[in-house]
């Protein structure tokens, strides 16, 4: 948050971009303010943190003199001068600029520790006090889905929240969200940090390029938003976010792969990886390179996915955001504005106490089915997600800072198996798994971010309270199984020794739908599904699904991308 998200939005306040106007006209302009001295705000010790909070306080104070002194009593200004006749903010003096408002106002609702975020709450009012236009954020929260005291009361823990702060300079909406699960979030911020911010084959700016790519196939201009600022703070070529084309031709030659993966990974050949790794050719990859791309794309896909899934609202300093009005009352800023509805309370029970019976008797199911039936079973839950589609079939046209990122934005996700049609083979685990290939050819590769995988993907299967609803000390291993193996399913991977006979036990119409939307047309999500399965579970029990989502379809990508690239090998 330190590296200022850029500002492409000039709502209401043009007056605070004119010291930017020297920038190229399509990039984001650095900030006026030397940000690097405010960087001891991300500081463990109270003491730094209070000595860079005197250094902020001083700056934007010293900005408030020249452009905006405080008023007297009669209404002008200390220097005798009417306020109404003096320059406006940021006008010729060159004054506060629009980029310190937003560092404020996403220090104040953000910030874990106490006394950054009162104190620059207290700026704004200052400002606020002396006629100056500060942004107000228009979410609530950092999820639209998840109202704010649900979040408080489902225990987000401080200690990592800080960590998270500290070590990458800001704490965003889905590091809020995934605080809900701190287990899973320190493997997940493990994973990202060496992705993004370790030595590793590929130069940083590329790695948020790449991230930018991955975000803007599905339209998640959060994750579009988020990359762009950190491309910049890392050196990257303002040119390059004018689109895809003024990237250089080494990251456009990706394109194919990032549509394949995005959409329909089983479309990925030993061919697709040739065309990149051939040597001589214009824009060549090396396999280090390309392997830790791979990662990074499905890793965006993925976390695009999570996004949507959980309603994560956008930054205060993005652009939809935050308006330098107040907002208009909106029935939609509320998520019970979109329809939801309440459930009755008995119906609500009703459904769990019959998943729980259902789970009971699958437990003391003592005989099992044969192979040939279980790949019968198998074949009939493949067709029968042709039939689990989004309500909502309405294109939503994406803006043009995402839509500049995207070559054949009609290709989108094909069910695995379609009537009427020849398909691809099903994609047997025992032929290719995670833990028998895919591991270890990332162990050879990439090897410390193939252990990093494993432990997230371990984490997150694995994860439990031994809570269901209501119910404590409950096994709930078979639901997170048929969860996981219905994510797979959906993209036509096949474990031998499932029984796919329990998916169709265990998850109702509601949770499919929202399966296959989050993780195949995330854009789609609306908050209408999220509230229409599980409805009396807790909010934390539906982000541990969205969790499940992110891992078993980065996984699932992963293994079809890693099966080609060990055909290309042999």
Same mark, same amino acid.
């Given at each position: 948050?330190?590296?200022?998200?850029?500002?492409?939005?000039?709502?209401?306040?043009?007056?605070? @971009?004119?010291?930017?106007?020297?920038?190229?006209?399509?990039?984001?302009?650095?900030?006026?303010?030397?940000?690097?001295?405010?960087?001891? &705000?991300?500081?463990?010790?109270?003491?730094?943190?209070?000595?860079?909070?005197?250094?902020?306080?001083?700056?934007?104070?010293?900005?408030?003199?020249?452009?905006?002194?405080?008023?007297?009593?009669?209404?002008?200004?200390?220097?005798?001068?009417?306020?109404?006749?003096?320059?406006?903010?940021?006008?010729?003096?060159?004054?506060?600029?629009?980029?310190?408002?937003?560092?404020?106002?996403?220090?104040?609702?953000?910030?874990?520790?106490?006394?950054?975020?009162? !104190?620059?709450?207290?700026?704004?009012?200052?400002?606020?006090?002396?006629?100056?236009?500060?942004?107000?954020?228009?979410?609530?929260?950092?999820?639209?889905?998840?109202?704010?005291?649900?979040?408080?009361?489902?225990?987000?823990?401080?200690?990592?929240?800080?960590?998270?702060?500290?070590?990458?300079?800001?704490?965003?909406?889905?590091?809020?969200?995934?605080?809900?699960?701190?287990?899973?979030?320190?493997?997940?911020?493990?994973?990202?940090?060496?992705?993004?911010?370790?030595?590793?084959?590929?130069?940083?700016?590329?790695?948020?390029?790449?991230?930018?790519?991955?975000?803007?196939?599905?339209? =998640?201009?959060?994750?579009?938003?988020?990359?762009?600022?950190?491309?910049?703070?890392?050196?990257?070529?303002?040119?390059?976010?004018?689109?895809?084309?003024?990237?250089?031709?080494?990251?456009?030659?990706? @394109?194919?792969?990032?549509?394949?993966?995005?959409?329909?990974?089983?479309?990925?050949?030993?061919?697709?990886?040739?065309?990149?790794?051939?040597?001589?050719?214009?824009? =060549?990859?090396?396999?280090?390179?390309?392997?830790?791309?791979?990662?990074?794309?499905?890793?965006?896909?993925?976390?695009?996915?999570?996004?949507?899934?959980?309603?994560?609202?956008?930054?205060?300093?993005?652009?939809?955001?935050?308006?330098?009005?107040?907002?208009?009352?909106?029935?939609?800023?509320?998520?019970?504005?979109?329809?939801?509805?309440?459930?009755?309370?008995?119906?609500?029970? =009703?459904?769990?106490?019959?998943?729980?019976?259902?789970?009971? &008797?699958?437990?003391?199911?003592?005989?099992?089915?044969?192979?040939?039936?279980?790949?019968?079973?198998?074949?009939?839950? !493949?067709?029968?997600?042709?039939?689990?589609?989004?309500?909502?079939?309405?294109?939503?046209?994406?803006?043009?800072?995402?839509?500049?990122?995207?070559?054949?934005?009609?290709?989108?996700?094909?069910?695995?198996?379609?009537?009427?049609?020849?398909?691809?083979?099903?994609?047997?685990?025992?032929?290719?798994?995670?833990?028998?290939?895919?591991?270890?050819?990332?162990?050879?590769?990439?090897?410390?971010?193939?252990?990093?995988?494993?432990?997230?993907?371990?984490?997150?299967? @694995? &994860?439990?309270?031994?809570?269901?609803?209501?119910?404590?000390?409950?096994?709930?291993?078979?639901?997170?199984?048929?969860?996981?193996?219905?994510?797979?399913?959906?993209?036509?991977?096949?474990?031998?020794?499932?029984?796919?006979?329990?998916?169709?036990?265990?998850?109702?119409?509601?949770?499919?739908?929202?399966?296959?939307?989050?993780?195949?047309?995330?854009?789609?999500?609306?908050?209408?599904?999220?509230?229409?399965?599980?409805?009396?579970?807790?909010?934390?029990?539906?982000?541990?699904? @969205?969790?499940?989502?992110?891992?078993?379809?980065?996984?699932?990508?992963?293994?079809?991308?890693?099966?080609?690239?060990?055909?290309?090998?042999?």
């Amino acid at each position: 948050m330190l590296k200022m998200s850029p500002v492409t939005n000039s709502v209401a306040a043009s007056e605070w @971009n004119r010291a930017a106007e020297s920038s190229p006209a399509d990039t984001d302009s650095e900030p006026v303010c030397d940000w690097r001295k405010f960087g001891s &705000l991300c500081s463990r010790d109270e003491k730094e943190r209070a000595a860079a909070l005197g250094v902020l306080s001083r700056t934007v104070l010293a900005f408030l003199d020249r452009v905006a002194p405080a008023r007297a009593e009669n209404g002008a200004v200390k220097d005798g001068t009417p306020q109404w006749e003096r320059e406006s903010p940021g006008g010729g003096g060159g004054g506060i600029d629009k980029a310190m408002l937003l560092l404020l106002l996403s220090l104040s609702r953000n910030c874990p520790f106490r006394d950054i975020s009162e !104190k620059t709450s207290q700026l704004l009012q200052t400002a606020q006090e002396r006629g100056v236009q500060i942004p107000q954020a228009l979410g609530q929260g950092p999820s639209f889905f998840i109202p704010v005291e649900e979040m408080v009361e489902e225990g987000v823990v401080q200690p990592i929240l800080r960590e998270a702060f500290v070590s990458l300079g800001r704490l965003d909406h889905v590091t809020m969200v995934m605080g809900l699960h701190t287990e899973y979030l320190a493997c997940f911020l493990r994973t990202q940090h060496s992705l993004l911010q370790l030595d590793g084959p590929l130069p940083y700016p590329w790695r948020h390029f790449i991230a930018i790519m991955a975000s803007a196939r599905h339209q =998640c201009s959060y994750l579009v938003q988020l990359h762009t600022a950190e491309f910049l703070q890392v050196g990257g070529d303002p040119q390059w976010l004018g689109g895809l084309s003024c990237a250089p031709q080494k990251l456009r030659n990706l @394109n194919e792969l990032n549509k394949l993966l995005a959409h329909r990974p089983w479309l990925i050949t030993k061919e697709h990886i040739e065309v990149l790794l051939k040597p001589g050719g214009e824009g =060549c990859w090396s396999l280090a390179e390309l392997i830790h791309a791979v990662v990074l794309l499905t890793h965006y896909h993925s976390l695009s996915s999570f996004v949507f899934g959980c309603g994560v609202n956008p930054e205060p300093d993005h652009e939809e955001g935050h308006a330098f009005r107040p907002p208009s009352p909106c029935p939609t800023d509320s998520p019970r504005g979109e329809g939801g509805g309440s459930v009755p309370r008995a119906e609500a029970l =009703c459904e769990v106490e019959a998943l729980m019976r259902k789970m009971k &008797l699958l437990q003391e199911q003592e005989e099992e089915a044969s192979q040939e039936e279980m790949a019968v079973r198998f074949e009939r839950e !493949k067709r029968e997600s042709l039939l689990v589609t989004p309500t909502d079939d309405s294109k939503r046209l994406p803006s043009a800072s995402v839509s500049r990122f995207v070559e054949d934005p009609d290709f989108g996700y094909e069910d695995f198996t379609r009537r009427g049609e020849q398909t691809p083979p099903t994609f047997r685990a025992q032929d290719y798994s995670w833990e028998d290939h895919g591991y270890s050819l990332m162990n050879r590769l990439y090897p410390d971010v193939g252990q990093l995988l494993d432990e997230k993907f371990q984490t997150v299967y @694995n &994860l439990t309270y031994n809570t269901m609803a209501m119910h404590s000390g409950v096994d709930t291993k078979m639901l997170r199984k048929a969860v996981w193996n219905y994510i797979h399913c959906v993209f036509g991977i096949r474990f031998d020794d499932y029984d796919y006979g329990d998916v169709n036990h265990l998850l109702e119409r509601s949770l499919k739908v929202y399966i296959k939307t989050v993780a195949c047309y995330p854009e789609k999500t609306s908050y209408r599904m999220y509230n229409a399965f599980w409805r009396h579970f807790r909010h934390s029990e539906k982000v541990h699904v @969205n969790l499940l989502l992110l891992e078993a379809r980065m996984q699932a990508a992963l293994l079809y991308a890693l099966r080609a690239i060990t055909r290309y090998m042999t």
